[in-house]
C-alpha cells in the first residue's frame, strides 16, 4: 500500500512526490551547471597598434587551425 497526501486538493501517492522531488532537483542542477562556456584571454599589452594587430591576427590563425585539427 501506498501511502497517500492531498496536494491541492487530489491524492497523490509517495511514490509520484519522490519522483516528482528527485527530477526537480535534477533538472535545476542541469540547468544551472548548463549555459554557455566564455573562454577569457589576457588583456594584450601591446606596445604599438601594428604589434595589438600582429597578435590579434596571429590568435585568429592559431584558433582556426586547432579548430581544424580537432
Known sequence: ???????????VGSHVLAMAT???TFALSALAMGGKKTQTTPPIQASSSDEEKFIKEFLAKAEVESKANH
Open 1 to 11: 500500500m501506498v501511502a497517500m497526501y492531498t496536494v491541492a486538493g487530489r491524492q
Open 22 to 24: 528527485l527530477g526537480t
